[in-house]
């Protein structure tokens, strides 16, 4: 039996020895996309960066495992951890242009993300980057590749984020909260962008909102999430037709609807 893309098994996290998130265990398939939905401070972007070992100072897992394919990633250190991240498992950041150095053109931030994991020439990394524009849509790659960061709009800044993460063609995309700074029209955009680097890559995504409505248009399956503990997981139709949670109905009551296109 195929191991799983991701498996969380019974993940306790803790920030300063203090528990933040507890006992959760879920599982992503090849190619599916999961959606971690729940209010501020329920754990969830917690949770995708302890996938990645992002926690930062103080924070630590407590508790349980996450395999990624059958690896402990906690197990992972050094080179090890640096060699999984971008070519195993990538990540977008909610606001993606402040992770971007402002001084230096997004063609030559992406050469140097690609070159710390393998070996090719600028132009193979220009010519791939332009393919990866073409397939979410964006006609205009060359003059984004030659722009700084604060030449572009947060909603092109954010679809760089996606370029740049998938850039290694990573199994596995975590995305924390990557349309919340955006407006309604770009949100949509975006969602649409990162499900058709799922149809042309096969990449499973695990997506952290409280956007149910997003989570709604794209996921497989759903994680509600509440005070640091999963309080509902499965199927996206099971769990928006017949939740069984309060807390669950309240989210799918407060629903922005993205329009299919």
């Known amino acids: 039996m195929a191991q799983p893309l991701l498996d969380m098994r019974h993940v306790e996290i803790s920030y300063n020895g203090k528990p933040v998130v507890h006992d959760v265990s879920l599982q992503m398939e090849p190619g599916e996309i999961l959606g971690i939905v729940g209010e501020s401070g329920s754990g969830k972007s917690t949770l ?13 897992v407590t508790g349980g495992d996450i395999y990624y394919k059958g690896m402990n990633v906690l197990d992972a250190r050094g080179e090890e951890l640096r060699k999984m991240r971008g ?9 993606t242009g402040a992770s971007l150095c402002p001084i230096r053109s997004i063609e030559d931030q992406l050469y140097e993300s690609v070159m710390q994991h393998e070996r090719a020439s ?3 990394i220009r010519d791939r980057a332009m393919e990866l524009f073409e397939k979410i849509g964006l006609k205009d790659g060359r003059r984004i590749l030659k722009s700084y960061p604060f030449e572009l709009s947060g909603g092109m800044n954010q679809r760089v984020g996606i370029m740049l993460a998938m850039i290694l ?3 596995l995309l975590f995305a924390d909260e990557p349309t919340s700074a955006l407006d309604v029209t770009v949100q949509a955009q975006v969602v649409r962008e990162l499900m058709r680097m799922r149809d042309f890559c096969g990449t499973g995504i695990a997506i952290v909102t409280h956007n149910i409505g997003a989570v709604e248009h794209m996921a497989d399956k759903i994680a509600v999430m509440y005070q640091g503990r999963l309080v509902e997981y499965g199927d996206k139709k099971d769990i928006i037709e017949n939740p069984k949670e309060e807390y669950t109905r309240k989210l799918l009551g407060a629903v922005l609807r993205i329009r299919r296109g």
Do not use: V, Y
């Open 87 to 95: 070519p195993a498992m990538g990540m977008i950041f909610q606001n």
């Open 122 to 124: 600028r132009q193979e």
């Open 169 to 171: 063609h990573p199994d």
């Open 48 to 60: 995708i960066k302890a996938a990645m070992g992002l926690l930062g100072s103080g924070g630590a």
